[in-house]
């Protein structure tokens, strides 16, 4: 009887408390410009299939989504955390069809130290405030349940997240098919898993044919298995095409302003794998 108490309990708690957002944390091993490129066009394809869309940018340079889409030069949660704004405050709608919210780029400081900012932040951040910060981020994500999170991040080569939230997302690394991207996305699932333990990680080849990711891919997961002890796990691939440039000079998403493109396609097939995730996790 009590332990069939106890699971009525567990399962009202679970009722209670509502669906949860699932966070994504992408990482790249490609030019500066193309995660922020491939984010948008992410984000709006998941938001076409009825999706709500947060992204978080943690970038810790001036390169990210919120830069991208012209949101940056406002407050982002560091401000929140110091109490100087309000949370909707640094919540901006895109026309994508899905938020951003600026981060502020922080580097974790160990107890008794300083962290610090770009310069063009312009500001210092204690180890009491970057605490803060990661409790802001938090009650950002308890308030977009039901929602993705992607965040636009980085790992530092301390191995540090600006948030401890992210090292236990779910996380994918960008590549493309050329050797150094390659070389470094691999560096990057090593140093990966030797600061946050084994796990699996996300694998996306873009600028990539099917038959080319393909390639990148089984050959990256070959290696880390085999060096590494480490699962890697396709998200799948975007194409090379002109219409995501063509989409971008025109302040869209691909999706949006050319529908039939085989960038479309791709992203839209990524946007559906994202989906089915969050109808397994729910």
Same mark, same amino acid.
């Given at each position: 009887?009590?332990?069939?108490?106890?699971?009525?309990?567990?399962?009202?708690?679970?009722m209670?408390?509502?669906?949860?957002?699932?966070i994504?944390?992408?990482?790249?091993?490609?030019?500066?410009d193309?995660? $922020?490129?491939?984010?948008?066009?992410?984000g709006?394809?998941l938001?076409q299939? $009825?999706?709500d869309?947060?992204?978080?940018?943690?970038?810790?340079h001036?390169?990210g989504?919120?830069?991208?889409l012209?949101?940056?030069?406002?407050?982002?949660?560091?401000?929140?955390?110091r109490q100087?704004?309000?949370?909707n405050?640094?919540?901006?709608?895109?026309?994508q069809?899905?938020?951003v919210?600026?981060?502020?780029?922080?580097?974790p400081?160990?107890?008794?130290?300083?962290?610090?900012?770009?310069?063009?932040?312009?500001?210092?951040?204690?180890? %009491?405030e970057?605490?803060?910060?990661?409790?802001?981020f938090?009650v950002?994500?308890?308030?977009?349940a039901g929602s993705?999170?992607?965040? %636009?991040?980085?790992?530092?080569?301390d191995?540090?997240f600006?948030?401890?939230?992210?090292?236990?997302?779910?996380?994918?690394?960008?590549?493309?098919?050329?050797?150094?991207?390659?070389?470094?996305? @691999?560096?990057?699932?090593?140093?990966?898993?030797?600061?946050?333990?084994?796990?699996?990680?996300?694998?996306?080849?873009?600028?990539?044919?099917?038959?080319?990711?393909?390639?990148?891919?089984?050959n990256?997961?070959?290696a880390?298995?085999?060096?590494l002890?480490?699962?890697?796990?396709?998200?799948?691939s975007?194409?090379? %095409?002109e @219409?995501?440039?063509?989409?971008?000079?025109l302040?869209?998403?691909?999706?949006?302003?050319?529908?039939?493109?085989?960038?479309s396609?791709?992203f839209?097939?990524?946007a559906?794998?994202?989906?089915?995730?969050?109808s397994?996790?729910?």
């Open positions: 009887m009590a332990s069939f108490d106890f699971d009525q309990a567990e399962g009202l708690r679970r209670l408390a509502g669906p949860k957002p699932r994504v944390t992408f990482l790249s091993a490609t030019a500066q193309d995660k $922020g490129a491939m984010l948008v066009n992410l709006a394809s938001a299939s $009825g999706n869309v947060l992204i978080v940018d943690a970038c810790e001036d390169y989504v919120a830069q991208r012209g949101v940056d030069r406002g407050p982002g949660l560091l401000q929140v955390a100087e704004c309000a949370l405050q640094v919540i901006h709608p895109a026309p069809g899905f938020s919210v600026k981060m502020n780029s922080v580097v400081a160990k107890a008794g130290t300083q962290a610090w900012v770009p310069a063009s932040a312009g500001t210092t951040v204690s180890h %009491d970057t605490r803060r910060l990661a409790k802001a938090d950002l994500v308890k308030q977009s993705i999170v992607i965040v %636009d991040g980085e790992f530092s080569d191995g540090s600006p948030v401890p939230i992210m090292e236990s997302s779910e996380i994918v690394v960008q590549v493309s098919t050329g050797a150094t991207s390659i070389t470094n996305a @691999y560096a990057l699932v090593k140093r990966l898993s030797q600061h946050l333990g084994r796990r699996p990680f996300g694998i996306l080849v873009t600028g990539a044919t099917e038959a080319e990711a393909k390639v990148v891919y089984d990256m997961s070959s880390a298995t085999r060096y002890a480490v699962t890697l796990s396709s998200m799948g975007v194409p090379a %095409d @219409y995501l440039q063509r989409a971008a000079r302040g869209r998403a691909v999706v949006d302003a050319f529908p039939l493109a085989g960038a396609v791709a839209r097939r990524l559906g794998r994202f989906a089915t995730g969050m397994r996790a729910a």
